[in-house]
């Protein structure tokens, strides 16, 4: 029996190409926008592996539809909140994520959002685009921002890529990094190195504390159901009204209309994110996209040429093992 993989996305002629390593029947959606869910759940059954994105659903009416075959999933993203993991376990299916090969890609966007918003960068650009360049000149306060130097950073989730984004960030003049995160691992003994390494104080935090005393609040947490807007107007109510958010992670761990609210209210000075609520369904209506103190990316962390081919090349190797039912790399524990 020739294993079957379903496939979401077309990926790179090259990538591609790895499917003909060993015999597969490849069903794929042939178009490079995300495969409509009816197609998916047409094309689904008797499936050994899929290969999807993070668009993709993977829960128990596709898992249903797909039937007993299934082996694996092989996702072409880091974060897995797009697949119902307690399905996948009661099922036996595999599921595999592209984690560390994007961890410097990502870390690089944190950084780029955390200064864009505390220089400034998307006001500034909407000042010169609306002309009032030329009336308003150079001014003392003009777009004035947040120098990064003795600020303190907090972060609500410490994981690969937070650390990636602080060693980005420590060399600004970083004094401080506090966070919180779910507490599943022991990390005071790689803390102490890393306070030793970059010469600051790490503190693991309770969340009120990460609001009041962080600068800067990056996102870079795990989407679980109880996280769903764990940033909301209350928690914002507690920032400092210099301060601001970046969210690398994933649109629903900021409760959006509160955040917009926030910003127009003063409560903090603006926010750098690539990642929101209700992506990629956001038109240039959405308030977030008309506020100018929102520095806001499509979804881009992990989008460097060499980082996007590494993970097509990843998930891909993945689903043909999944396929024919042996361990993937990165298999997520169940
Ligand atoms: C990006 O958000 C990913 O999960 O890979
Ligand atoms: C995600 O993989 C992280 O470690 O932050």
Redesign the pocket.
Known sequence: NIPKIVLTRPLMPEIMAKFQSRPVNLTCWETDTPAPREWLLDNVSGADALLVM?SDKVDKELLDKAGTNLKAISTM???VDHCDLAQLKERNVRLSN?PDL?TSATAEIGALLYLAAARRASESIAFIQRNQWPQVGWGPLLMAGQLSENKTLGFLGFGRIAQATMHRLVPFGIKKVIYTDSGRTDRSARNAELSKTYDIEIKRVDLSTLAQDSDALILLAAMTADMKHIINRDFLNNMKKTSFVVNVARGPLIDTYALNDAINENVIAGAGLDVIEGEPHIDSNHPLVKNDKVFLLP?I??STVETRYAMADLSVSNALKGAYNEDMQSQINL
Do not use: C, P, W
């Open positions: 993070l993203s880091v974060g592209t994007l979804h962390g992990s």
